[in-house]
């Protein structure tokens, strides 16, 4: 048996780093089991859903690394889910109802005053030809719904009926259909809710674990029903933590709160977005990996904790840094030719400069110094300004190597007794403007002599 997930996401927003974190829970976990991985959008919600908000998943996806074994669309599949709804039809666990939703409103608050809890009371299944046709006759289309097997012969009496499932991220795990509402499947305009197009398709594409957030898992009962009412053996499932915002808030594709596309436009790397939203909130240690491969030998679902994961982007730009700090040039060149930084001394230039940045674009601000000169003049007092131009009349002549810099604040510190910060700080900001940065020692190089002499104040 071929290892078979899915991430299926509704494409009415761009995803979010929450739900990059279920995309690559399943990847990896395709990945260490050689299985595969499909891509399906859950588009049955055709006022919302947009193949604009698809297309983009589809590219955050691949920016991360993940690259779907096929992709489907529910709403190319109508007629599979129309046939599953007349078997369940002809099975007498799908039934009508006519209730408007005021109506059901005005049940529930009745239940809750007499200590019920605020389930569905199946009183559908007590209306007569006689009710029924009326309602028709007042234009009225009924919403479907699917009958919980929780009762032993009288549907009217529900009684505890439990559920139980080995959850790969949370152990052993029981719902009680008894507590829940029979799931609506059909609305009355004939389109389809989430429920049944998920099982159906899971069962249509070989599914074989569902991995996804901890909001599920009430559903999951459901659908345990709903595979085995429809002939088929359920998947093996697992709930991960789902991810807040520092201040506990949940995430959202409607409000683009930390989406993939803002957090790539902010030059994020993927590979610290991937490392955040996999680690945090697991017993392993957050750290930045350099691909998916070796994340994926970090992976293990049931380190995950039961409890939500608060996700700070504040350390999204530690591992950013990290990986920056060490990134091979090979892995850097091509990025660096499109913002301009190319020739003999680029690989240098990356280098020297990649231990001081925060995102790879900081490099074009480097770039430029070593290229134009400091970006603006440093103010220097007398005694300084007096100091340079006698450190600037000790430059050592051409050729130039690694050793330069050394040789010529030796000469520096012999000429004037300068030592330590008062040398350094005074050089540092003539030559780039800035007061922290690479190494002086390899950057001096790659200005050259005359580069270098053009900055003397």
Same mark, same amino acid.
């Given at each position: 048996?071929?290892v078979?997930?899915r991430?299926?996401?509704s494409?009415?927003?761009?995803i979010?780093?929450g739900n990059?974190?279920?995309a690559?829970?399943? =990847? ?5 089991n ?7 959008f859950d ?10 908000f ?5 590219y955050?996806?691949h920016?991360?690394? @993940? ?15 129309d046939a599953a709804v007349?078997?369940l ?10 209730e408007t939703?005021e109506? +059901?409103?005005?049940?529930?608050k009745v239940r809750?005053t007499?200590?019920?809890p605020?389930?569905?009371?199946? !009183?559908?299944?007590?209306l007569?030809?006689e009710?029924?046709?009326?309602? $028709? &006759?007042?234009?009225?289309r009924p919403? =479907?719904?699917?009958? +919980? ?10 009684e505890?009926?439990?559920?139980? *499932?080995n959850?790969?991220v949370r152990?052993?795990e029981t719902?009680?259909l008894?507590?829940?509402?029979? /799931?609506v ?5 004939g389109t ?5 197009p998920?099982?159906v398709d899971?069962?249509e594409?070989?599914?074989?674990? @569902?991995?996804r ?8 009962g459901?659908q345990?029903?709903l ?5 088929a053996e359920?998947?093996?499932f ?5 991810l807040?915002?520092?201040s506990?808030e949940?995430?959202s ?8 596309e803002?957090?790539r436009?902010d030059?994020i $790397?993927?590979m610290?977005?991937?490392s ?6 697991t017993s392993?240690?957050?750290?930045a990996?350099?691909d998916?491969? $070796?994340?994926a030998?970090?992976?293990?679902? %049931?380190?995950?904790?039961k409890?939500?994961a608060?996700f700070?982007?504040? !350390? +999204?730009f ?5 990986l920056?700090?060490?990134? /091979?040039f090979? $892995?850097?060149?091509d990025?660096l030719?499109? +913002?301009?930084?190319?020739?003999d001394?680029?690989e &240098?230039? =990356?280098l ?6 925060d995102r790879?674009?900081? %490099?074009?601000a480097? *770039? ?12 220097f007092?007398g ?6 131009h006698?450190a600037?009349d000790?430059l050592?002549?051409?050729p130039?190597?690694g050793?330069?810099?050394k040789? *010529? ?9 300068r030592?330590?910060k008062?040398l350094f ?10 007061s922290s940065?690479?190494?002086?020692a390899?950057l ?5 002599r005359?580069g270098t002499?053009?900055?003397r104040?």
């Open positions: 048996m071929t078979t997930v991430f299926a996401p494409p009415t927003g761009r979010h780093i990059a974190r279920t690559l829970f399943n =990847w990896l976990f395709a990945v260490n050689k299985g595969r991985f499909i891509q399906r588009d049955t919600d055709i006022a919302r859903s947009k193949q604009e698809a297309d983009s998943i589809l955050d996806l920016w991360l690394g @993940v690259f779907p074994d096929v992709t489907e669309y529910q709403s190319r599949r109508v007629e599979i889910y007349e078997r039809k002809a099975a007498r666990v799908l039934y009508a109802c006519y939703p109506e +059901l409103d005005l049940r529930r809750r007499r200590g019920q605020p389930v569905y009371g199946r !009183e559908a299944l007590t007569t030809p009710q029924v046709a009326e309602y $028709e &006759s007042d234009g009225r919403h =479907w719904r699917f009958l +919980l097997p929780n009762f032993t012969s009288d549907p009217l009496q529900p505890r009926t439990e559920v139980h *499932w959850d790969l152990g052993e719902v009680d008894a507590s829940l509402s029979d /799931p499947l059909l609305r009355e305009d389809y809710l989430y429920t049944l998920s099982v899971d069962i594409m070989g599914v074989t674990h @569902v991995i957030g901890d909001d599920h898992v009430t559903n999951t459901v345990i029903a595979f085995q009412a429809l002939g359920p998947p093996v697992g709930h991960h933590n789902l807040t915002t520092v506990g949940g995430l594709k409607r409000t683009g709160a930390l989406s993939i803002s957090l436009g030059g $790397e993927p610290a977005v991937a955040l939203a996999v680690l945090v909130g392993e240690n957050v750290t990996a350099h998916l491969s $070796e994340l030998r970090h992976f293990d679902p %049931a380190a995950t904790s409890s939500a608060k700070d982007p504040d !350390e +999204l530690v591992l950013n840094r990290t920056m700090h060490h990134m /091979p090979e $892995e850097a060149r990025r030719i499109v +913002l301009g930084i190319s020739g001394k680029a &240098s230039f =990356w020297a400069v990649r231990g001081n940045l790879l674009s900081d %490099a074009v480097w *770039w430029r110094i070593l290229s134009d000169g400091p970006q603006e003049a440093a103010e007092s005694e300084d300004r007096d100091f340079l006698q600037f000790l050592p002549e051409e130039w190597n050793t330069v810099w040789d *010529w604040t030796g000469k520096i510190r012999e000429a004037t007794g030592k330590g008062p700080m005074p050089l540092r900001l003539a030559l780039t403007g800035r940065g690479p190494e002086l390899d001096l190089p790659l200005m050259g005359e002499l053009a900055r104040p």
